[in-house]
């Protein structure tokens, strides 16, 4: 078993647990580790791994230093709102939402989109725009409260949220071990896997103008390369890049039915080397090189997007035309990275509380 944990660790890592050991809040120069858990060697200086079962934490370095958290903060939105929202309630696009800055789905004002094709933009594609709609169908700031309230009832006693996307806010913050246990509650909920592991989904593209036309719809692609490897008993996973949070990642995998969590941040040198204010671009992908372009995958793309470059120099995601004239939105060569780090923050916006969504509970 040692040699299992050590090596699903390995590869996770390259890319209230009341029965948990104590470690140190001051940052560690070293590693620690349950008897008999083997530690990989890799880089990364802030991280965890947890029985998903239990709850006990089996290694880490760093765990309970406070940083931001990018757009691994998804996870706790997605948390937050699947049991208050229901899946076929329709929810219209704002204009607010559409000027979302950092990665896109494709939300465009006046457009509808059920709470189902939101949480796939937003988990799958890690659309900026998406979390903000959603956050936006149960009340912007009553979504906060109950992301916070959440992070207090799993026992992230250590995570503020501010924002549903995890865009750089001054004080937005978490641990690694809360995290991990907010990734570990959120896999429990099957309607979460299944959306954290789908390869594609079809998301509603711009409405026809001539109302006796269909529908259509374009392909967006799950953008986790752990995923698109075909890693065993892998459960999926939430990555994110800003330049605070340097790059982050979550993830879980099952094997011979134990699960294991994988919590990691990774600084980037954008973090390490100023000491400037928050970045208030999110960035999709990356290792360190950034491109800014025009354009974002989705229907009739206006308005900035940033892009990072990956280890090999290739852009982490593009948008592809179809013989059918509709947009795909999938990763460069089917990868997020070969580190498997990848995704978005984001920017917040305010926006109404359209009375087409049928909220349950608090």
């Not at 796939?120 to 659309?127: A, D, E, P, T, W």
């Not at 299944?194 to 799950?222: G, V």
Request: net charge positive.
């Amino acid at each position: 078993m040692p040699t299992l944990i050590a090596a699903a660790v390995a590869v996770l890592l390259a890319a209230t647990p009341a029965a948990a050991e104590d470690l140190p809040i001051a940052p560690s120069p070293t590693p620690s580790a349950a008897p008999g858990v083997e530690i990989p060697d890799f880089a990364t200086k802030a991280w965890i791994v947890v029985d998903a079962g239990s709850g006990a934490i089996l290694a880490g370095q760093n765990i309970d230093e406070q940083r931001p958290m990018a757009s691994t903060l998804k996870t706790l939105t997605a948390l937050t709102l699947l049991p208050r929202l229901q899946n076929d309630s329709v929810h219209e696009g704002t204009a607010r939402e559409t000027l979302t800055e950092g990665m896109h789905v494709g939300v465009l004002a006046g457009s509808k989109y059920t709470v189902t094709q939101l949480l796939h933009g937003m988990l799958m594609r890690s659309g900026n725009d998406a979390a903000v709609a959603l956050a936006d169908a149960y009340g912007y700031q009553r979504t906060l409260d109950a992301m916070n309230a959440e992070a207090q009832r799993v026992g992230a006693t250590h995570t503020v949220a501010k924002s549903p996307n995890g865009l750089d806010q001054p004080g937005q913050v978490t641990t690694a071990t809360d995290l991990a246990q907010i990734y570990r509650v959120a896999i429990q909920d099957p309607r979460l896997t299944q959306i954290l592991t789908t390869r594609e989904f079809e998301f509603p593209a711009q409405p026809p103008t001539d109302p006796t036309q269909s529908a259509t719809t374009f392909t967006i692609y799950n953008h986790d390369t752990l995923l698109n490897e075909n890693y065993p008993g892998f459960l999926g996973g939430k990555s994110g890049f800003t330049s605070q949070a340097g790059r982050t990642y979550v993830a879980g995998a099952e094997r011979n039915g134990r699960r294991l969590v994988v919590r990691q941040y990774r600084q980037s040198p954008a973090h390490r080397a100023t000491s400037a204010g928050p970045d208030r671009r999110g960035h999709h992908g990356g290792a360190g090189r950034i491109r800014r372009r025009r354009g974002r995958c989705g229907p009739a793309a206006t308005g900035p997007d940033d892009a990072a470059a990956g280890p090999t120099g290739r852009r982490a995601g593009h948008c592809h035309v179809s013989t059918g004239g509709h947009q795909q939105c999938r990763p460069e060569h089917g990868r997020a990275g070969s580190d498997f780090l990848g995704c978005g923050g984001g920017h917040e916006r305010r926006g109404s509380d359209p009375t087409t969504i049928r909220a349950s509970g608090p």
